[in-house]
């Protein structure tokens, strides 16, 4: 019996379909099974036609054996099988796929649905074993031969024998090595567990010896019953997934039992979206919407993506291009036979198809996550919890690239309804006369309703959402506008709420007190940038606003980035010429030059504690306190 050499380039090529392909040894078994599935498809098209085939689609069966003693694991199937020729050029040429010649041969069939089309899964069973043997029967003939291959070297063929049409791969499984434990392939609940990770929804059942106990008949009313130790053929896999089904025949319970044992979640999820696609490109989804992020989610550990299938098989486990990162949070699965596999069937190529279906799948989640907002808003808000930030970086991403797909999710605390509300609410709710969306950024709620602007926008009847997430102080700007309604900071704009005429007399006011506001600029120095008086301050008698372009909260995010960095919010001190301390502010300024540097410095540091900004020398303003008030 001699030995043939590969018809393909040499051990150079096989060492590379074995060692660089793939990028995990497990894959050795889904890609014999699927093999072997493709057998039965083809066995079971040629059925529909030829009634010689003497098998219905019930019959079709994917067989696992295990000999721990001769550590061979065996992949069986009863499909179309191989004659010599094929084994020849399937078997002996590597990268020969037997599963495309049949496609090209059945392509103006639309729906021949054919997994293997590169040729080189088989080879990756050498990952694993350091002797395969295939022994097959084509159906309609007679004869069987047997395929032995130790690698590279080459391979062996001969007659065998086999009773019916199809194939058997034996793999003889290398020795242990300190590095690599290949036995474990020979453990019924490794193979059971790699089964239902890749080939779970094949569509043929996948049977395996499974060893049980059970209690021995004759011992049953005994006080000491007795057990005994079976075995049974088992069908791991679940063959039809669920969603393959139509959504009138599936319950919520179904839907919920599904996620909670595919993703290992105890509660059940937010939102479910099952989605089912026809047409130039055909794709299967179900996705679920958690109820709580994971522990690692705000974590580079976490891993964003969605499970892909192709025809049963699952190709990759996390599918990073299906989702956008503002969705990282979905989770659930896609399946569809259309698109580009690479060569490993690990990855994909970047094709239209795979743009197509995440851009229709963003949609569906945006539309699920409108839908939940209107009908049931308890349960959106538990979800925005969870993943509100999520939401809010997604609007900056890109530089504001996904804003337009964002912007109606977002949820922000209105001061006035004291509740949640989105942009559109907000709106809804404006007075006629409102000509802007009014917000406060800040450390919490409590410190922002204290705001001085806030009484004088609450006498209008004018509404503020108040913004307490650091990444709030960028989101209006990102988004610039919301109904062609300009969104305004309360501490760092002109709020248009003087009439002209009170502008006039606001500017003769400041006129009048330019040495006054002088006095101040000089006595604080470089601590501000300009002093000015404001009519916005309702009954308090000082506010500290940032200069126009950073907020204080955008200063506080990039020291806590980085200490270093020095970026820093021009600081503008704002009083009000309303107040009695302004009056006797302007007093001192006349008649004592003391007081007045006292008292300049005693607005400036209740400025500086009203926006949440440290005192550089809070000994120094007690002392002044205690003195002024002696």
């Not at 003939?141 to 086999?162: I, L, Q």
């Not at 696609?277 to 996705?287: F, P, Q």
């Not at 009014?438 to 602007?453: M, T």
């Not at 009847?461 to 997430?469: N, Q, R, Y």
Request: with cysteine.
């Amino acid at each position: 019996m001699a030995k043939k050499q590969f018809k393909a380039e040499s051990k150079r090529l096989l060492d590379l379909m074995i060692n660089s392909i793939y990028t995990h040894q497990e894959i050795f078994l889904r890609e014999i099974i699927s093999n072997a599935s493709d057998a039965i498809d083809k066995l079971a098209y040629q059925a529909l036609t030829d009634e010689k085939v003497g098998l219905n689609r019930s019959d079709f069966a994917i067989q696992l054996k295990v000999d721990e003693p001769s550590r061979t694991l065996t992949v069986s199937d009863n499909g179309i099988g191989m004659d010599k020729d094929e084994m020849e050029n399937n078997l002996g040429t590597i990268c020969k796929s037997g599963s495309l010649q049949f496609k090209k041969d059945m392509e103006k069939q639309d729906d021949i649905d054919i997994i293997g089309q590169f040729g080189v899964g088989f080879y990756s069973a050498f990952m694993v074993a350091g002797t395969v043997t295939v022994i097959s029967r084509k159906y309609g003939s007679d004869e069987a031969w047997k395929w032995t291959s130790s690698g590279a070297d080459g391979y062996t063929m001969e007659p065998a024998e086999r009773e019916s049409a199809g194939t058997d791969v034996i793999m003889t499984l290398k020795a242990d090595t300190e590095d690599e434990q290949y036995s474990r392939f020979l453990k019924t609940w490794e193979l059971q567990k790699l089964v239902k990770k890749y080939s779970d929804y094949i569509r043929y059942p996948i049977k395996l010896e499974m060893e049980k106990s059970r209690m021995k008949e004759e011992t049953k009313d005994s006080d000491k019953p007795e057990y005994e130790t079976y075995t049974e053929n088992e069908t791991l896999n679940s063959m039809v997934p669920l969603w393959q089904r139509a959504k009138k025949d599936i319950t919520p319970e179904e839907y919920n039992n599904f996620y909670k044992e595919k993703f290992f979640d105890f509660e059940d999820p937010i939102a479910t979206i099952h989605v089912s696609v026809e047409g130039a490109v055909t794709y299967k989804a179900l996705l679920y919407i958690p109820a709580r992020a994971p522990y690692d989610f705000y974590t580079k550990d976490f891993k964003k993506g969605l499970q892909l299938y192709s025809s049963g098989v699952m190709i990759m486990e996390n599918c990073e291009e299906l989702l956008p990162d503002c969705f990282r949070f979905v989770r659930g699965v896609v399946d569809s036979q259309d698109l580009s596999l690479n060569i490993s069937r690990e990855m994909l190529q970047h094709d239209r198809q795979l743009k197509f279906i995440a851009g229709n799948l963003e949609k569906k989640i945006k539309a699920e996550l409108a839908k939940l907002m209107e009908q049931d808003r308890e349960k959106y808000e538990k979800f925005y919890t969870a993943f509100g930030m999520q939401i809010k970086y997604g609007v900056l991403n890109d530089y504001g690239a996904k804003k337009e797909l964002l912007q109606d999710l977002l949820l922000y605390w209105s001061h006035k309804q004291n509740k949640l509300v989105s942009f559109k609410e907000y709106v809804d709710a404006m007075p006629e006369e409102q000509k802007y969306i009014y917000f406060a950024s800040g450390e919490n709620r409590q410190r922002l309703a204290q705001l001085p602007q806030l009484e004088k926008l609450g006498e209008k009847g004018f509404d503020v959402l108040l913004m307490t997430d650091e990444v709030d102080s960028f989101v209006p700007q990102t988004l610039g506008k919301y109904a062609e309604k300009d969104f305004r900071s309360v501490t760092q704009e002109d709020l248009g709420l003087s009439t002209d005429e009170e502008k006039k007399e606001a500017a003769e006011q400041a006129e009048k007190s330019k040495a006054t506001l002088e006095f101040v600029k000089t006595t604080l120095g470089d601590d501000v940038k300009e002093v000015r008086l404001s009519e916005n301050l309702g009954t308090h008698p000082v506010c500290m606003v940032p200069e126009e372009g950073m907020t204080f909260e955008m200063e506080k995010y990039f020291k806590r980035l980085n200490p270093e960095m020095g970026m820093k919010a021009g600081r503008i001190l704002e009083l009000n010429p309303n107040h009695r301390l302004f009056g006797l502010l302007q007093v001192a300024v006349a008649q004592d030059e003391e007081k007045a540097k006292k008292i300049a410095k005693i607005l400036y540091a209740q400025a500086l504690l009203m926006a949440d900004l440290p005192l550089e020398n809070p000994g120094e303003y007690t002392d002044l306190v205690c003195e002024l008030v002696q």
